[in-house]
């Protein structure tokens, strides 16, 4: 896809809550008990059978979690077939699947393929056993190789890798190795995040209790600075604030499903979904899911309806992650609001602090804007 082109095909969402063991950063919603598999799989199929006729059709699928991989490669391709006798899946659709290093191999990975998998994200976060122990993953760097190049020998050519900065007692260098080891296998995307932590995980109560620094604010923007101008250096498009790609064809379609309104349905516990103007999510709680499934009712544990204001503060906001920005005559015509010429002051301060570029009525953020995406939607 060109980065420039919306899709307006929907997207679709599965999340497989289950992992082997808790990440210490990690707030996503999953179990360690695998022997409820067997009940998600029977709740997640009773669950496609509520949302059938929920767009006419899709051109994403992202199986996310979790931990998809906790599941053997011919549940998963068994999933992916009751998806698409479910739903309406468009042929050259993109249909991801992520898996954790460790848990795949490349007789796996070509199982995956052969079910229709055409890409595939691995969850390898750093390539460095020290940082790998502070993380509580499970899996050390040497089986992140691993997992990479057996996705390469499997066949897969659109491959993402995930990484994490800002690690406590991650240096600029240390950092700087695990990219140069990622871009080895000339990987088509990267995602790369910043450590942030939510409250009640292991790692927040380490470093509330003083055991571990997390990068301040300066050092936070050195990482991220230095990322985008490493990997653009090595040709990669920073399309969003953690999203890399190496053409614009390789962007992530499903992402940009999330930052463009485009409806997109989620199932399985803890996945939102939005269509129109309402949001809906899941309860994270695989049980209740499981039982109100069975007892006929879907598992919606809130919602909310956007009112055109919310809408429109949700574009800006995504507008300004994003490498696209916002189209000054596209917004005007969805909104009814003439950004220019009602905001023009507060924009040309923006990029007279370099935060934007204004070309005609494109507004895009530089890399500075991305680091403070934030603070540009406050209008
Ligand atoms: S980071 Fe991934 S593997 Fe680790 S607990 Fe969270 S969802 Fe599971």
Known sequence: MDDNRISTAAGLYIHVPFCRSKCAYCDFYSVTDVGRIDGYLEALSLEMELYRGFAPVFDTVYMGGGTPSCLP?????????????????SPGSEITVEVNPGDVDTACLERLREAGFNRVSVGVQS?????????????????????????????????????IYGVPGQSPEGWRETMESALAVNPEHLSCYELTLERGTPLHRRVEAGQLTLADEDEAYGFFSATSEFLEGRGYIHYEVSNFARTGALISRHNHKYWDHTPYLGLG???????????????????RY?????AGRAPVDGQEELSQEQLRMEALYFGFRT????HGPAFR???????????????????????????GEVLTPTRRGLALADRLCLL
Request: positive net charge.
């Open 73 to 89: 490669a011919d549940r998963l391709a068994d999933v992916l077939a009751r998806l698409r006798s479910a739903f309406p899946v």
């Open 290 to 294: 499981i039982s109100d499934l069975r």
């Open 269 to 287: 516990p803890s996945a939102h979904s939005f269509r129109g103007c309402r949001r809906w999510w899941n309860r994270r709680d695989l049980p």
């Open 127 to 163: 390539f460095d056993d020290a940082i790998l122990t502070t993380l509580g993953r499970r899996h050390g760097g040497r089986e992140g190789r691993e997992a990479v190049d057996a996705a390469r020998r499997a066949g897969f050519d659109n491959l993402s890798i995930d990484l």
């Open 333 to 359: 015509e969805r909104f009814g609001m003439d950004l220019l010429r009602e905001e023009g002051a507060a924009l040309r301060g923006l990029r007279d602090e370099g935060l934007i570029r204004l070309d």
């Open 323 to 326: 490498k696209r920005g916002i």
